[in-house]
């Protein structure tokens, strides 16, 4: 009986403690997603809340015939594909740099990872005056000149806008990667590295055959949490941009922002939104599938 009583005590203990978890998560995500489900069916504009229509299914018809839809799907798409393995490597070579026990080590890791800690906002901020076209103010651009080539648009060209963000994104987010890696590195044990020398391999083979595999968990990992914060690609492009020029960096997100907010065509940005959601869940489920297969 005391047993009894003693589980039904634990029991109630840990709902109280799991209680304002559940409550925040229902307050502030299961109920607004709700919303959005409910919303994404209306002409709901947020200058008039007292004319709200359900409207059907004339949201996402709209969407799928929206040029500007397709175009923030697609640079979303292709910022995804190109900073992901790009952070992840970059990540590595300087889990890799910075893994020895040397002295003075700690500093550079410090410095590597200062960028993760510093708001996206700030960061984003100075890399704008960075990329700025004019030779005169843009440091980017006043060392090609240096080296003579020619001054780059860098943000303000089409072109080179939504790379130079890959770069500035893979540049700030790598530190946390970096970090990952390095406690998996640390995990490798130090006697596959001394069997491996003893076979005659080098370091190169050393990394390919110890390393890697070693780190296989980890990467996947990586990749997993990479992709989905670079779905949800907005702070750079709002802030270095304005998803310009030409809609060469309208992400998903920003198209949300940008109807939800600025049009006040909430009910359309509900829709988008929505089918955000979709797309992302279906990304995440087809990468937990793969490897689960690998």
Do not use: H
């Not at 995500?29 to 409910?38: G, S």
């Not at 700030?172 to 406690?183: K, R, T, V």
């Amino acid at each position: 009986m005391k047993k009894v009583v003693g589980k039904k005590s634990e029991r109630m203990a840990a709902y109280i403690f799991v209680l304002p978890a559940v409550i925040l998560l229902a307050a502030f995500l299961i109920y607004p997603a709700l919303q959005t489900v409910r919303y994404a069916f209306t002409n709901y504009n947020i200058m008039r809340p007292d004319r709200i229509t359900f409207c059907g299914f004339d949201n996402f018809i709209e969407i799928f015939q929206d040029k500007d839809f397709w175009k923030a799907f697609t640079n979303t798409l292709y910022f995804t594909v190109l900073v992901v393995p790009f952070q992840t490597v970059l990540a590595l070579a300087l889990a890799l740099l910075i893994s020895s026990r040397r002295k003075g080590v700690s500093i550079f890791r410090a410095a590597y990872f200062s960028p993760q800690v510093t708001s996206m906002v700030v960061v984003a901020i100075l890399w704008t005056v960075m990329y700025n076209s004019n030779p005169e103010s843009g440091l980017l651009n006043a060392l090609l000149v240096k080296l003579g080539f020619e001054p780059s648009g860098f943000l303000n060209d089409p072109d080179t806008a939504m790379n130079s963000i890959i770069f500035m994104s893979a540049w700030q987010g790598a530190g946390y990667q970096m970090m990952i890696f390095l406690a998996g590195l640390q995990g490798i044990p130090r006697d596959q590295y001394e069997a491996a020398s003893i076979d005659g391999a080098g370091k190169l083979k050393s990394f390919l055959y110890v390393t890697l595999p070693g780190l296989k968990n980890v990467i996947k990992y990586v990749v997993m949490i990479t992709v989905i914060q670079a779905m949800k690609l907005f702070t750079q492009p709002y802030v270095m941009t304005k998803g310009g020029p030409q809609n060469s960096t309208r992400t998903m997100v920003y198209y949300v922002y940008e109807q939800g907010l600025q049009k006040r065509n909430f009910g359309y940005a509900c829709a988008v939104a929505a089918i955000f959601f979709v797309i992302v869940v279906i990304l995440s489920l087809g990468m937990k599938k793969l490897i689960k297969a690998d």
